[in-house]
């Protein structure tokens, strides 16, 4: 592949998934809206498809490169419209537990006026099924669970202009890890918050190693550790809530 090209999968989120390079977690996000068909990022002919289900990504499945991966291991070819949109009520924060993947996520957490760029993702039954299942939502001790967010407590414009009424976005069961003040903490490039993260904590170095590399591929090679690095968070009282529990499903 020439180097033109491979700019372009740069720049459309295709040509690394955070899955293979944690600590590029969330990975490259679309400078543009568009439909993800495989490994094709095409234009989209409209921005609103009432016959799927609007869900916000505020993490890696704003990334084509792994929503691609995603949908690949699960068999699904049908394509995902990937929608640019101002969102007005929440900000993005740090998920209270360690990926198996390596990293640790995104998660939402309720912030009225903050106002973020982030995707909609048009799903299909099928695909909503898939992601549900990504996230640990059919499972009781997953990580995230699905929440409606409406209209007051969130504003979601497109980029002509057309608000929708509401979308779903996966909240962390576990609730976000919080900066020195106890509100949430936002989320910051992963090797930023991975090297706070053992700075701060002496249980974590003992877990993960001292550095952002030591700490995913210790991740990665272990899910139990994960959990055990998990607990920590929690018991070191670095957690708190999103704030957005009240608006969980159950889906």
């Known amino acids: ?3 033109e090209a491979d700019h372009r999968l740069e720049a459309l989120g295709l040509a690394v998934a955070p899955r293979d390079q ?4 969330p990975g490259a996000w679309p400078t543009r809206s568009g439909l993800l068909d495989g490994d094709r990022f095409l234009p989209l002919d409209r921005l609103v498809h009432e016959d799927r289900v609007p ?3 505020v993490g890696s499945n704003a990334c084509p490169g792994q929503l691609r991966h995603k949908m690949d291991e699960s068999g699904i070819t049908s394509p995902v419209p990937m929608v640019r949109a101002r969102v007005t009520g929440i900000d993005v924060g740090v998920s209270a537990h360690v990926s198996r993947l ?3 996520s995104a998660s939402p957490v309720d912030s009225p006026g903050t106002l973020r760029e982030l995707f909609v993702t048009w799903l299909d039954a099928g695909q909503l099924a898939m992601i549900d299942a990504s996230e640990g939502v059919p499972l009781r001790y997953g ?3 699905r929440a409606w967010l409406q209209e007051p407590q969130v504003r979601i414009e497109l980029e002509d202009g057309t608000r929708l009424p509401g979308a779903y976005i996966y909240v962390n069961r576990r609730g976000v890890l919080r900066n ?3 509100a949430p903490r936002r989320t910051v490039a992963q090797r930023v918050l991975l090297s706070e993260l053992l700075v701060g904590s002496a249980r974590l170095r003992e877990l993960f190693g001292v550095t952002p590399e030591e700490f995913c591929t210790r991740a990665r090679a272990d899910a139990g550790l994960c959990e ?5 968070f929690a018991e070191e009282k670095l957690v708190t809530e999103s704030g957005l529990e009240r608006y969980v499903t159950g889906g």
């Open 1 to 3: 592949m020439d180097g």
């Open 22 to 25: 944690p600590l590029l977690y």
């Open 55 to 57: 869900v916000l990504a």
């Open 102 to 104: 390596g990293y640790v």
């Open 143 to 145: 990580n995230f669970r």
């Open 180 to 182: 020195g003040s106890g």
């Open 228 to 232: 055990r690095g998990s607990r920590v």
